[in-house]
């Protein structure tokens, strides 16, 4: 997990290029390998127009364009609680669309194979489709304050309603 994190951060630093090599961080200490996953979540917390915990409705395989028979994964995201920006509705539809030396990208917890349950859901716009989320996080692994303070405030709204 924690090797797919480095990966992960590598290669959204480096943006998203097919072209790019799977190269891994240098090893580091837990201290530095701490800040930069704040960092990274911070990083998505700022890009994003809307945050929301979301749920996989329903998951599948795909084939990935330009990959060959290469398949990659398909989940559909329900949201069920907004943490930052306009209320999202409307579930969301992530998949993996292309290849890179790292795998399948873009690279979102909720499309591991093994992915269950409940994420945190980054998009680039008020309004998400599939293409404009820029980050799915598995509860477990949400370090950054300001979502951890927004989850509770927006669960704290839902459950005295």
Do not use: N
Request: proline share 8%; with cysteine.
């Amino acid at each position: 997990m924690k090797q797919a994190l480095v990966a992960v951060l590598a290669v959204a630093a480096a943006g998203s290029s097919p072209a790019l090599a799977c190269t891994l961080a240098p090893p580091a200490t837990p201290e530095v390998k701490r800040q930069r996953t704040l960092d990274f979540q911070a990083s998505l917390w700022d890009r994003s127009e809307a945050v929301f915990l979301a749920s996989v409705e329903r998951r599948g395989q795909v084939t990935i364009g330009g990959g060959g028979s290469m398949t990659g994964q398909e989940a559909v995201l329900r949201p069920i609680l907004q943490l930052k920006g306009p209320r999202v509705a409307s579930p969301v539809t992530v998949r993996h669309t292309s290849v890179t030396s790292c795998g399948p990208a873009p690279f979102l917890d909720a499309l591991h194979p093994q992915a269950e349950g409940v994420f945190v859901v980054y998009a680039s716009s008020a309004a998400p489709t599939g293409d404009g989320i820029i980050g799915t996080l598995a509860p477990k692994a949400v370090m950054e304050p300001r979502v951890l303070e927004a989850w509770a405030q927006a669960y704290g709204r839902e459950t005295s309603r």
